[in-house]
């Protein structure tokens, strides 16, 4: 019903193919290219790389048998093949031979030759109805690319690809490349081409899940894979070939080609005759990976796997009368046995209820929902509650839905790993231009992944739970009425330990705001959600109340200047065999002249150009360094050919500079009424804040004490190391789940170990801990077996102001200095700023020093067996008095160390 499948013979013309999105479409209709690749044969009576007629007449009868409606050809076919093929209803990938193995940038000849032999190509045989793409290269060698450079080699595919334009406006442009150029960026072509050779399941699949997000927005055709039969008894080649066809259209391949058809190939002016890969023999005879092949191509793609899920689909509208008929239209066209939509109309006052009512009346698997407005998020806990499926998805009313939306969900869900699952969401290419700048403008929503197939954040347009896990959490907190739910989710999924998948394949098409207004509306709500956020995840946000994401934002270009550039693993000599491209985490540096806040510092620092004309000059740097930022994002953007102009570039720009400005002021002005709605001011010692637990249940540190652990901070350069026995088989994970048990009854914001960690003789962290607005605590614990129950604690780490900090402090000094005999106001001003740093700082110290104090008496209170002295006899068994905080002694003493000639040496400085 959803793809092209020709009849056998008498088909004259045939739709050309386009792409649309991450698939392929001939008409209306999705088309999935079921292909394998056909040659060089030795000439044939006219001259040509062919079999006679009457053998291509029988092979692609053969090959419609198997279901096969496509072949790849390596050499530029005469027009009577076309005929053929087109009459069988089968479409010819075209690849154009050129000398790709020679240094081919280092001559103009060559690379005008190149050129014409592509235009020439292309002009022969341009607008037939046969051709389903125009390959213009095929596996550059690693070493070629390496020689001259991935830059250039993109740039001169780029051209052969805009001749294939020139010559053939509606055919596809295509470039078959493979694992060692893996890191080759093509956005210009119609679709990614990979030839992949993996025969091991587990890290073939791995590969299709990854190349999917090379593909980005792009669909993905594996253009060769396969096995030689020679080597590999037959049988296991058919095996081989049914697992790889099935995992690549389960993983939402868009294609794929088999190599090859026959035994016979000929190149290099001789027959090749030590290894057969064909389907069939050279005599035409079906091998048994032909009926492998044929067992799927035969079938309708994409296959569902066995006992698929029974899908409850919601979706939340409030006011969404423009888009809510096509969002529920796209429902009529989903190609999936079991499944229902929800919608919650949350007491719209337009046309919404109404639309929705006129669906569900045609449509039995419609239920419809009308409730007064209670937010986002509690029409979400609505539609959960409703749900009859096992799966609860949610997509949004300005969403329309891929007809296998729900085939590739339902196969993601066969990972048991996973508890909910996400995909990426596109903007339909029928958008006005508003809409198309808004999709490329900072703050689209988007997922952010921390592997290829494992996700750290998954948007709320496409995302789906297991409906008992979702329950579990008590599904989406109402607070958040408008955005900023799903994130909740996701964290508060992953705080208990639950994975969140990702599949590339499961998208849905976005509508993006189409006018300023509806755009500058959607990220004040979006600030508004972050200041919410905020205070439930405090160690999810940096100093200046953004997300900290551990994943890397799909998409995201808008600190690309500052920004670590992405690294190429090439192997030594650059013979890698799989040559991946890693892309670099967000960092503040990146993002910080996009920020408000340093756009409201260049300000400050222009308007004080009268008093400093030093002030003065580092504003006018620091805007020139935004607008920069701001020139090449908008260079960058990729728009639609029709929306690519001046006035588009410029409503970039403009909302480029706009959103973080009103995004950062709504979060500073929720968080500023959240705080004093809330009557809490801050607390000056994170020991004081024992809301959370009784006073009495921790540890009391006098303030000497805290004054003595600040005193060791400094001498020992800002380290610690706190050590004592236990004889009660006390673990590491056991140490670690009381820290952080403590630091939670608290109320001290502190980060995890993400499990990433630099190569180098820095010892990774397992806590960090934010001591203050300025001072960050990296805590690390070990615990050493000494045989049966006896341990050696220790627990070590750093005390260290932020970076930024330190920066406004050396910067204020030498500005002091600078400015003390030629403007004294502005020096004693600076000199102040940096006074009130010092102070901060030391006042961050004094917070770390009490808090490791604390964490150290509270471990040894709390675990039994725990003492500062080393047990004689770990086999006699003791009579452990209640310990209290005050019959603890002060770690801190060097007197207090392990003293038997058996214990370890013990530092007092971090390691």
Not at 415 to 439: H, I, Q, S, W, Y
Not at 552 to 571: E, Q
Not at 799 to 816: D, E, I, K, R, Y
């Amino acid at each position: 019903m959803f793809q092209i499948e020709e009849g056998l013979a008498g088909v004259k013309t045939l739709p050309r193919v386009r792409a649309k999105g991450r698939y392929l479409f001939a008409g209306e209709d999705k088309f999935f290219i079921k292909g394998v690749t056909y040659g060089p044969f030795p000439e044939n009576s006219r001259g040509e790389p062919l079999p006679e007629d009457e053998t291509v007449h029988r092979d692609f009868e053969l090959m419609r048998r198997a279901g096969v409606n496509s072949i790849r050809v390596y050499y530029v076919p005469p027009r009577h093949f076309l005929d053929i093929a087109a009459a069988h209803g089968i479409r010819v990938m075209i690849g154009i031979p050129w000398p790709e193995h020679l240094c081919f940038l280092d001559q103009w000849e060559v690379k005008e030759d190149i050129k014409k032999t592509v235009r020439d190509a292309v002009a022969s045989l341009a607008g037939h109805p046969a051709i389903l793409a125009w390959l213009i290269g095929n596996e550059i060698p690693s070493h070629i690319v390496r020689w001259h450079g991935a830059g250039k080699v993109e740039k001169f595919l780029g051209k052969l690809a805009a001749i294939v334009r020139e010559e053939d406006p509606e055919g596809m442009v295509t470039y078959a490349n493979y694992p060692s150029t893996e890191y080759l960026r093509l956005p210009f072509l119609d679709f990614l081409s990979v030839n992949v050779y993996l025969h091991d399941e587990k890290a073939f699949r791995a590969y299709v899940k990854r190349l999917q997000n090379v593909a980005g927005e792009l669909p993905l055709v594996l253009s060769e894979f396969g096995m030689d039969s020679i080597r590999n008894d037959e049988a296991h080649v058919a095996e081989t070939l049914s697992w790889q066809l099935r995992a690549a259209y389960e993983l939402g391949v868009s294609g794929t080609m088999v190599f090859a058809w026959t035994d016979e190939w000929y190149t290099g002016g001789h027959l090749i005759e030590d290894w057969k890969f064909g389907v069939v023999t050279e005599t035409r005879k079906p091998k048994p990976a032909y009926k492998a092949v044929a067992d799927v191509y035969r079938q309708r793609l994409p296959m569902l796997p066995e006992n698929p899920p029974f899908i409850s689909v919601v979706v939340c509208a409030y006011n969404a009368a423009s888009t809510m008929d096509g969002c529920l239209a796209s429902f009529a066209k989903v190609d999936y046995p079991h499944f229902e939509v929800i919608v919650v109309d949350d007491g719209s006052t337009d046309e919404t209820g109404a639309i929705s009512d006129r669906h569900a009346a045609a449509a039995p698997y419609i239920h419809v929902i009308h409730q007064p407005n209670l937010g986002l998020s509690a029409a979400r806990n609505v539609g959960m509650n409703a749900a009859r499926g096992e799966i609860v998805a949610y997509t949004d009313s300005d969403c329309y839905v891929d007809p296998h939306w729900l085939h590739y969900m339902a196969w993601a869900f066969t990972d048991k790993r996973f508890v909910a699952v996400g995909g990426p969401n596109l903007p339909p290419p029928e958008d006005n231009r508003t809409a198309a700048c808004v999709a490329v403008s900072p703050g689209a929503p988007t997922h952010v992944l921390l592997t290829d197939e494992i996700a750290e954040h998954i948007p709320g347009c496409n995302m789906a739970y297991r409906k008992e896990h979702l329950a579990a959490i008590g599904g989406f907190d109402a607070t958040y009425r408008a955005a900023g739910d799903d994130v909740d989710v996701c964290w508060r999924l992953q705080d208990q330990g639950h994975i969140i998948g990702f599949s590339a394949a499961m998208f849905v098409w976005h509508h993006r705001r189409n006018t300023v207004s509806a755009y500058l509306k959607q990220q004040k709500g979006y600030g508004r959600a972050e200041a919410l956020l905020l205070p439930k995840h405090k160690a999810r946000f940096n100093m200046l109340g953004n997300s900290r994401w551990a994943g890397r934002i799909y998409g995201d270009i808008s600190g690309a200047l500052l920004a670590a550039r992405p690294i190429v693993y090439h192997g030594a000599f650059g013979m890698g065999l799989f040559q991946t491209l890693y892309e670099p985490k967000g960092s503040l540096a990146a993002y910080l002249p996009l920020s408000m806040e340093w756009m409201f510092v260049a300000m400050a620092c222009m308007l004080a150009a009268p008093l400093s004309l030093l002030a003065g000059g580092a504003g006018l740097a620091m805007a020139a360094t935004t607008i920069a930022f701001v020139a090449y994002r908008v260079s960058k953007a990729r728009l639609p050919e029709n929306h690519d102009n001046m006035a588009s570039r410029l409503t970039i720009a403009a909302l480029t500079l706009a959103q973080p400005i009103l995004r950062g002021w709504t979060r500073y002005k929720t968080l500023w009424g959240v705080r004093r709605g809330a009557g809490v001011g801050a607390c000056p010692l994170p020991m004081v804040e024992t809301a959370a637990c009784d006073e009495a249940d921790l540890p009391k540190v006098g303030l000497l004490r805290r004054l003595a652990a600040t005193g060791g901070l400094f001498a020992h350069r800002l380290s610690f190391h706190r050590f004592f026995w236990n004889n009660k088989g006390l673990e590491r994970d056991e140490l670690l789940g009381a820290v952080i048990g403590l630091l939670r009854t608290l109320g001290v914001t502190y980060a995890l170990d993400s499990g990433f960690a630099a190569s180098s003789s820095t010892p990774p962290w397992d806590l960090s801990v934010k001591a203050g607005r300025l001072t960050t605590a990296r805590l690390r614990a070990t615990v050493e077996n000494h045989g049966g129950d006896k341990r050696f604690v220790r627990v070590a780490g750093s005390v260290l102001p932020s970076g930024l900090s330190v920066a406004v402090l050396v910067a204020s000094a030498v500005t002091a200095g600078t400015l003390a005999f030629l403007h004294p106001l502005a020096a004693v001003a600076a000199g102040a700023v940096a006074v009130g740093l010092v102070g901060a700082m030391v006042a961050g110290l004094y917070r770390a020093a009490s808090l490791v104090a604390t964490i150290t008496q509270y471990v040894m209170i709390t675990r039994p067996g725990c003492s500062l002295t080393e047990p004689k006899d770990e086999r006699v068994a003791k009579v452990v008095k209640p310990r209290t905080a005050e019959t603890v002694v002060a770690e801190e003493e060097p007197a207090l160390a392990p003293a038997a000639a058996a214990a370890p040496a013990v530092e007092t400085e971090a390691a």
